[in-house]
Each structure stands twice: as structure tokens, then as C-alpha cells.
């Protein structure tokens, strides 16, 4: 009678273990997997901020401006020179006396390298951001969440980041051709003569150079938006 008590009570004992050990198991996935679910709506949700972060930077890049952080690293002329920069560059093309021309070689660096550094600037930030929200993607990755949405629109923004860094290449490019303008004129060229002529057909092709690169930007910021 004891061995038969025994036995039952080894049995009952066995039954409420893998009882406990089922109901467990069930428990401890219903927590991962919830655990799991509140990761991903937090990935989710940061990759929502780094968009419209990425957005935000994008914008101002495409119009040569700068953020709080760009504008802290450079500094731009004052406002009476950033005026006076405006109307003698406008002058260039037209008729500036040498006086002129020496008033905007001396203000020339300050104010004409501005634009130029905060749109390098603002480029290479571009960049960083975008690889900031290929990280936020990559843990969706790691969390095996497959979202082709995401993964595409990460690309697309590449090619908006590496657009706007060949932008910021050409601009620089364009600046430095002013300066030559300006430093040839300086020497006693003349508006007609060979090496003005020279100088003015590498702006152009520069020029036709930002134009095809805005619209290649353009085209894949539209693809974005279909997204």
C-alpha cells in the first residue's frame, strides 16, 4: 500500500512539474515576445525622429543654409560686409573699378568662404545622420523585423547625402573660379582678354555641373516622398 502511495505521489509530483514547467515556458515567451514588441515600437520610434532629423538637414543643405551646429564652427562676415560682398560680386560681371575690386578681394575670404564651409558642413552632417538611421535599421535587423520600406528609403537618402557632398564640392569649386576672377583682374586682365575667357568657361561648366547634380537630387528626394 506505501509502494503504491508512492508511485502516485511520484506521478503527481511529475504532473505538476511539467505543469509548472509549461505554464512557464508559455509565461516566460509571452513576456519575450512583449519585450520584443516594446524594443521594436522603440526602434521604430527613434527611426520616426531620425527621419524627420535627416529631413530637416536635407532641407537645409539643398539652400547653401547651416544649423545651430554648423553656424557655431564659422563664422560669418559682418552684416555690413556680407552687404557690401552681395553688391560688388554682383558688380563682377559688370563694370567694377579697381578700387572696388581690391574692397572685394579683402572681404572675399570671409564672406564668400561662409556659404562654402556651412554647406561642406551641413553635407558631411547629412551623411552622419543618414548612417546614424542605417544603425537604427540595423537593430530592426538584429530584432528580425524585416521592413523593405525602411531599407529603402536609407538608400535613397545615401543618394541624397552623396548629392549633396558633390553640391558642396562644385560650390567650392565655383568660389575658388570668383577668386581667380577677381585676382586676374587684379593683375591687369581685362574682361575680354584670353585668361578671363578661360576662367569664365570653367564657371559655366561648373555651373552646368550643380544644375545636374540639383536635379539628380531632386529626382530621388521625389522618390522619397512616394515612399
Aim: glycine share 2%; aromatic share 4%; charged share 30%.
Amino acid at each position: 500500500m506505501t509502494e503504491k502511495l508512492t508511485t502516485k505521489n511520484i506521478a503527481i509530483t511529475l504532473i505538476t512539474v511539467i505543469v509548472i514547467t509549461v505554464v512557464a515556458s508559455r509565461y516566460i515567451k509571452a513576456e519575450v515576445s512583449e519585450a520584443l514588441r516594446d524594443t521594436e515600437d522603440t526602434v521604430r520610434g527613434q527611426i520616426a525622429i531620425q527621419t524627420e532629423r535627416v529631413r530637416t538637414i536635407a532641407d537645409a543643405t539643398k539652400l547653401n543654409q547651416g544649423d545651430d551646429v554648423a553656424t557655431s564652427l564659422v563664422l560669418d562676415c559682418s552684416g555690413d560686409n556680407r552687404l557690401k560682398f552681395d553688391r560688388l560680386l554682383d558688380k563682377l560681371s559688370a563694370d567694377i573699378t579697381r578700387t572696388e575690386l581690391l574692397e572685394l578681394d579683402s572681404i572675399f575670404p570671409d564672406c564668400a568662404n561662409y556659404t562654402a564651409e556651412i554647406k561642406n558642413i551641413m553635407a558631411a552632417r547629412l551623411l552622419q545622420e543618414v548612417e546614424i538611421f542605417d544603425q537604427h535599421k540595423q537593430l530592426l535587423d538584429k530584432l528580425r523585423v524585416e521592413d523593405e520600406s525602411v531599407a529603402a528609403k536609407i538608400d535613397l537618402w545615401k543618394r541624397v547625402a552623396e548629392g549633396e557632398q558633390n553640391a558642396a564640392k562644385q560650390y567650392r569649386q565655383l568660389v575658388s573660379l570668383q577668386r581667380d576672377i577677381i585676382r586676374t583682374l587684379l593683375a591687369g586682365k581685362s574682361k575680354d582678354s584670353a585668361e578671363i575667357k578661360a576662367i569664365l568657361t570653367q564657371v559655366t561648366n561648373v555651373k552646368n555641373e550643380m544644375t545636374v547634380t540639383r536635379s539628380q537630387i531632386e529626382n530621388v528626394r521625389a522618390e522619397l516622398a512616394a515612399l
